[in-house]
């Protein structure tokens, strides 16, 4: 579904992507890991198009993002911190999102009504939480439907019930059949969500492996353990 070819990202003289190649298929839900800086945003920005890479190329569903920027109408995009208008209340944000999309499809409320975002339309971006807020990104990322699901952080700042309101709908969406890519720090919270890894340091792939696989050579049933091994060993080599 979003093939990578060769991409690479420079920023004057700093390079941030070198290389980097990637397949992502349908029905898989994929964790994007590794320290600060290694490019993990960058390549999330690339595939949106909020990003021109310096050399390589990204399909998606066969087609070249570069030519068609249509293809994001069937992404779902929940940033790590979202930016709304301060003086917008939260239904009016729903509501010009709606306008904006115009989406013929027939809309995902089910976030929207586990949060009760309803009780709260009336209260403005400014004065909600950070987690509230949070709960607003998650809404709009699912609202439409949308085929593939980047999402950046989607847990940090959330309750443990709006977490684990999150995480079941995360495995609802994956079992349909659709592509999530996930980013977390949070080793502990995808073990039940995710069916690959794709570890990054330093703007290089150093690892694409299914969990199964990651497990069974590692030794390790807990996600977090089986990295660790592995990078210590790589730093003993």
């Known amino acids: 579904m979003i093939e990578i070819n060769n991409l690479s990202k420079k920023f004057g003289k700093l390079t941030v992507l070198n290389g980097v190649n990637l397949s992502c298929k349908q029905g898989e839900c994929i964790a994007l890991i590794g320290p600060n800086g290694c490019g993990k945003t960058t390549i999330i920005k690339s595939i949106l198009g909020m990003v021109i890479p310096t050399q390589g ?4 569903k066969g087609e070249f993002i ?15 911190i979202g930016r709304y208008p301060d003086n917008m209340t939260i239904g009016q944000i729903l509501e010009m999102i709606k306008e904006i999309r115009k989406s013929g499809e027939q809309l995902d409320e089910d976030l929207l009504n586990q949060f009760k975002l309803q009780d709260l339309f009336n209260k403005r971006m400014s004065t909600l939480s950070g987690g509230t ?8 990322a ?8 980047i ?8 309750d443990p019930l709006a977490s684990e309101i999150l995480k079941d709908k995360i495995i609802t969406e994956k079992q349909k059949g659709k592509l ?12 039940d969500l995710i069916t690959q890894i794709i570890f990054m340091q330093d703007g290089i792939v150093q690892f694409h492996k299914t969990v199964d696989d990651l497990k069974s050579s590692t ?3 807990k996600i977090s353990k089986a990295i660790a091994k592995i990078l210590k060993s790589k730093n003993n080599e």
């Open 57 to 60: 190329t990204i399909e998606f």
């Open 142 to 149: 699912f609202l439409f439907n949308p085929d593939v699901l």
């Open 66 to 80: 570069s030519k068609n920027f249509e293809y994001r109408k069937h992404i779902g995009y929940m940033p790590q």
């Open 133 to 140: 807020t949070q709960k607003v990104s998650a809404t709009l």
């Open 151 to 158: 999402l950046d952080e989607p847990t940090a700042g959330l």
């Open 219 to 221: 030794g390790e049933e």
């Open 180 to 191: 999530i890519l996930i980013t977390s720090h949070l080793l502990s919270e995808l073990d």
